[in-house]
């Protein structure tokens, strides 16, 4: 599948999921070096089409296509710049992990074994302006170790080493973020011991493969 299809997919897949609302969100993946594909700016993630695909260079500069390259086109080059590891970024808006991310009310706690594994931290980025350089450098603490970032009184940022993986890892976020709402209507949430997570990060390479960074680890 072309990176462009790809592109195209998983942007209707997040307007679908109801992670988006009006044009809201983009989503890129790296092309080479010194272009990225990008959504362009100004479209509903539910109509997004091959011909709405932009690449552009590092500075914003069409390279190939017709429109403009999203506006935060700024967050997803720095991603790129400082993380050789990840090949596509997306960002939304999921209601329950965006109301979270409103309310400082923190998802980075240990709860679920298999969040903890697959998405680890999710720290909260501080407030920064949408579409600037100030949003990306809002990231900069986490950048190193994290695949998962609210934003603050804004929405959510995951990366991945390709489309499917970030989407994977968007949609887990919100999943956690509701269940954890529905939760605390019930009850008192019970995190994780220091004991259950020893266990899980042993078992995490031995079994489930997985080589998670230290400093995304509880
Ligand atoms: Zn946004």
Sequence with gaps: MSLKTDLKKYSRKVYE??????TDGNLSV???ENVLLITRSGISKGEVEEKDIIACDPDGNLVMGQG???TEFRMHRYIYKMRKDVNAVIHCHPLHATAFATTGN???IPVFPEVVLTIGRIPLCRYATPSTDELAESLSQYIEFANVFLLENHGAVTVGKNLKEAFYRMEKLEHYAQS???ARTLGTVRQ???EDLNKLYSAAEKVYGIKLHEKNKF
Excluded: Q
């Design 192 to 194: 994780l011991s220091r």
């Design 68 to 70: 403009k390259a999203s």
């Design 30 to 32: 790296r092309f080479s």
């Design 17 to 22: 999921h109801g992670f988006t609302a009006a």
């Design 180 to 182: 954890l709402t529905i």
């Design 106 to 108: 923190t998802l980075d």
